[in-house]
């Protein structure tokens, strides 16, 4: 079976090269030759370059380059060729078309191109001291790893994502140029370093290095700079990750096998915006009537639009106060986390009558609460990820990156959990669809006084032990940057799960209470 697969595999790369457009299809194959011949030559050109600069360079472009494979097809969308569902038909064993479609998809184009900077890479370290051994067995674990990101990236697209893309996806290609900028910016940039590796970019490629997106690059530099103890936590974190992306990977293919997918029309996903783009399902449809509101509504709009406003003007009191730049500067974040965070927590009440869609459809509890919460994960999550950067460039101490990562997901995750329990235990009455956002409401069926309190206090409370360890981090080093990074991703994705599954279970039970309260407040 595995050899047919290849055959196969082989004849359809074979074939793109035959028919109408074999024109355009050997222009792009000879762009992507070019391209890959300049990065390996950029790479091995690091033979002669101190080792703190070839690693600063290969970690960071490692990282870009796998998160190009993970995200690229998902902003491509093309047909995938080793779509399981293609071999549904022939009666395959689930067991073993996970391994086969794996190794079947190192025939094609990017994966050469992969290949071959892989081996530079390889090369370069060897070169630089690393065990030639480790080197070649890091290398195959990041191939490896880049190839099932990619897998998993498709088989999430096939599941998730309709054939034809709406407008709402065009602004996400712009990452894609991203991936490729970030690694050449660094590698010319470094050309200028004369040996010396900022202190910025050196603090940054740390913490970069301890994260999945490079830390096979990470262990072999450790080795070639001396410091062998350092690449423990990456090798477990390489080992976690290919773990992690085969096992994703096996159920996505035994889910593909065994799903059979609603025929849809061209039609009737044309037109539909949100709704054209989201799952076929109660999560999507929720999480797109959610987008439209959020998107158009102007209550909505001004709360997105406050949230970084009044994270941004928090900086004036302090440093009016006399608290220095570098710990002032470090508190927008944190607080647009929570804020984002706290933003869901009287969706119920937004809704008013458009509420009885829900209770009168039987809308089970965990998807409603989910997909309430896209519209603000999908303005926070860029929001954040933009803020984070600016604000350590403007202190200049990239060894926060991991921390204040950290930070930022327990404040947002947790609030998104706590948010969406309060949400359906104690709404209260706000300005009525088409009013004016700062109209204050004249009713008083109110009953939920309480619940923005607990909403807000309690993400802060969940989240003291990641605040705690970024103080360590700040007065004593960045040993405890992991751990602060680790401890606040943990904190915020229990809390949003125990919020979410709570919060569904009561939206079920009470959802009569809940209809009265809209029609009433």
């Known amino acids: 079976m595995a050899a047919h697969v290849l055959r196969l595999r082989a004849a359809l790369l074979i074939g793109s090269l035959r028919g109408e457009r074999r024109v355009r ?67 395959v064993n689930e067991r073993q078309m996970p391994w086969i479609l794996a190794l079947a998809s190192l025939v094609s184009v990017p994966s050469i191109a992969l290949i071959a900077v892989n081996i530079s890479v390889c090369i370069v370290a060897i070169t630089l001291g690393a065990p030639w051994a480790l080197a070649v067995l890091m290398s195959v674990v990041s191939l490896l790893t880049a190839t099932l990101a990619a897998r998993v990236s498709m088989a999430v697209n096939a599941l998730l994502l309709p054939e034809r893309r709406s407008r709402e996806l065009t602004a996400l290609f712009a990452l894609a140029v991203v991936v490729v900028a970030f690694p050449v910016a660094v590698f010319l940039a470094s050309l200028k370093w004369d040996g010396q590796v900022p202190a910025a970019v050196s603090a940054l490629t740390a913490s970069v290095g301890l994260t999945p997106f490079a830390a096979p690059s990470r262990v072999l530099f450790s080795f070639a700079s001396g410091d062998p103890t350092g690449s423990w936590i990456s090798g477990i974190v390489t080992l976690i990750t290919a773990a992690g992306l085969w096992i994703l990977w096996s159920w996505l293919v035994r889910r593909l096998l065994t799903t059979t997918a609603r025929p849809v029309a061209s039609r009737e996903r044309s037109g539909l915006g949100w709704f054209g783009l989201m799952p076929s399902n109660a999560f999507g449809a929720i999480a797109s009537r959610s987008l439209v509101y959020w998107l158009r509504d102007r209550r909505y709009i001004m709360n997105l639009i406050v949230v970084p406003v009044a994270g941004v003007l928090t900086v004036l009191p302090l440093l009016v106060a006399g608290v220095p730049l570098e710990i002032a500067a470090l508190v927008p974040v944190p607080v647009m986390a929570l804020f984002f965070g706290w933003l869901p927590h009287n969706d119920v009440a937004y809704d008013s009558t458009a509420l009885w869609t829900h209770i009168a459809s039987g809308v089970k509890g965990l998807p409603d609460r989910l997909g309430r919460l896209v519209p603000v994960a999908l303005v926070a999550i860029p929001v954040l990820a933009v803020a984070v950067p600016l604000t350590l460039l403007w202190i200049d101490d990239w060894r926060l990156l991991l921390p204040l990562t950290g930070l930022g997901a327990s404040l947002l995750l947790s609030g998104l959990g706590f948010s969406s329990i309060v949400s359906v235990v104690a709404p209260y009455a706000v300005s009525r669809p088409g009013d004016s956002p700062f109209q204050q409401p004249q009713r008083p069926t109110s009953r939920g006084t309480y619940g923005p309190a607990i909403a807000f206090l309690g993400a802060i409370v969940v989240s003291i032990p990641t605040i705690w360890l970024l103080v360590l981090t700040i007065v004593e080093g960045g040993q405890f940057a992991p751990a602060t990074f680790w401890a606040g991703l943990a904190t915020g994705i229990v809390a949003l799960v125990a919020g979410v599954a709570l919060g569904g279970r009561i939206f079920e039970r009470q959802g009569e209470r809940l209809m009265e309260f809209v029609e009433t407040a």
């Open 25 to 91: 299809t050997l222009v792009v194959l000879a762009v992507v030759v070019a391209l890959t011949a300049v990065v390996c030559a950029a790479v091995l050109s690091l033979v002669d370059a101190p080792v703190a600069v070839a690693r600063t360079v290969i970690i960071l472009g490692s990282a870009a380059l796998l998160l190009g494979f993970l995200v690229g097809p998902l902003l491509v969308g093309s047909a995938d060729q080793l779509d399981p569902r293609r071999f549904a038909v022939f009666g």
